[in-house]
């Protein structure tokens, strides 16, 4: 299944050929924007691709859904085009292959309603139908433009990201909320939007991957450390990697255990700060922090920083009594830098202003694209798809060759191109 169930494929990863998963987008949730209940979530999908394919290599879709379902409690229409967008955005993300359920619209039983490729004749196709057989025409186009030799653009590569997972983390922040605002996968989400948003290609790795592959390692809230791992983050900092930790880190052990010491205290070093308290608030109050002269809003989770001689002071408190206090920081550590941000906000936005001095520190060029619009490079193709409730200009060089779509795109619109 996909984000929201939570298993964890590394584990019989090993065993198998390819792994696939099931995506059905839109079946009443609301998601981000006036038509995100019609479009869905691209953040959701891109992290399962980003996920799953650094596994074995091969992923793709067992079940991606045709159209209009069923099973939810309210199953408005995709919009028009969303069912194609889903498609490209599979292969924007290194998808192997995509399939759906179902063929044909049940006459009888438990899914009387739900669409397939054709409708209850058997014979014509249906929207969704209309726009996978749009797919399969435009993926055999782009076959015939394949260069195997493709290198990433140097800028692009530059910025490559990986997310360090582990469901265990998961589990764990899931079992001990400490606050009925707190929701884990949502809150590394707004890491994976922050770097999309930024033009960041992103892997999203497991602890037996090689670091040093990275320029950027982000780990969201990764609860549960030991000594190896700490070592390991100070190593890939020292020798030229930027580390990004963010609140809830190193709270326990790996047995789920609080430290017989300081708060978090295995990576003070690490940070260049002590961890002393932290706090979350009830709704619907809302606190704020400020940053390079902007307000942000946060009332999930907030661990107050207090910083070691050297660091600096990304992001203070604006209110409550610890007003003034640190909430975000960074230091260099040998040849890279790591940095702690200790707030969860409301609405990303922070995460995002956070990382973006992360990488204009590191001197790394980044983009600034719009949440859920998404620009993705894959083996010599470009891909933008706009999951966005609005308008959107895709980045398409004056000399570059437009080969789907154009570049200005309506949601759900979708656009590739070859520079």
Excluded at 27 to 54: P, Q, V, Y
Excluded at 213 to 229: G, N, S
């Amino acid at each position: 299944m996909n984000m929201h169930s939570p298993v964890y494929p590394p584990l019989s990863g090993k065993d198998l050929d390819i792994i696939t998963w099931t995506l059905y987008p839109v079946h009443g949730n609301l998601e981000t924007g006036s038509l995100g209940f019609r479009l869905g979530n691209g953040a959701e999908m891109g992290f399962m691709h980003d996920f799953l394919r650094n596994i074995n290599g091969a992923q793709g879709l067992m079940e991606l859904q045709p159209g209009q379902v069923n099973w939810g409690e309210v199953n408005p229409q995709p919009y028009p085009g969303a069912v194609y967008m889903w498609i490209m955005r599979a292969f924007a993300g290194g998808a192997r292959t995509v399939c759906t359920y179902r063929y044909r619209e049940p006459l009888s039983g438990g899914e009387l309603y739900h669409y397939g490729l054709v409708g209850t004749d058997g014979v014509t196709p249906s929207t969704g139908g209309q726009q996978y057989s749009k797919a399969v025409h435009d993926i055999a186009m782009l076959r015939g433009q394949y260069r195997p030799d493709a290198k990433p653009p140097a800028s692009y590569a530059a910025r490559r990201t990986a997310l360090l997972y582990n469901v265990e983390n998961r589990w764990d922040m899931d079992n001990h909320k400490q606050t009925v605002r707190w929701d884990s996968m949502g809150h590394v989400l707004k890491y994976y939007r922050a770097l999309k948003r930024l033009g960041c290609p992103i892997d999203v790795i497991t602890e037996e991957k090689d670091f040093a592959a990275y320029p950027v390692l982000v780990a969201p809230a990764y609860q549960l450390v030991d000594e190896k791992l700490v070592q390991r983050w100070t190593d890939y900092a020292q020798r030229g990697g930027h580390l990004v930790l963010s609140c809830r880190t190193a709270q326990k052990d790996r047995h789920g255990h609080l430290w017989e010491g300081p708060w978090a205290g295995p990576v003070y070093s690490l940070i260049g700060a002590g961890i002393p308290a932290y706090d979350v608030l009830p709704n619907p109050i809302r606190a704020k922090v400020e940053a390079s002269g902007k307000l942000y809003e946060w009332g999930v989770w907030g661990d107050q920083l207090d910083p070691q001689q050297g660091t600096t002071v990304l992001a203070k408190y604006s209110d409550q009594f610890y007003a003034g206090k640190a909430a975000a920081i960074t230091h260099a550590l040998g040849k890279g830098t790591v940095t702690y941000i200790g707030v969860d906000s409301l609405d990303g936005d922070f995460e995002k202003e956070m990382l973006n001095q992360v990488f204009s520190n590191a001197g790394i060029k980044t983009e600034n694209f719009d949440d859920q619009f998404f620009v993705d490079w894959r083996e010599g193709f470009w891909i933008a798809t706009n999951f966005s409730s609005k308008e959107q200009v895709a980045p398409v060089p004056a000399e570059a060759k437009l080969l789907i779509g154009a570049r200005r795109l309506s949601p759900a619109g979708v656009a590739v191109w070859m520079e």
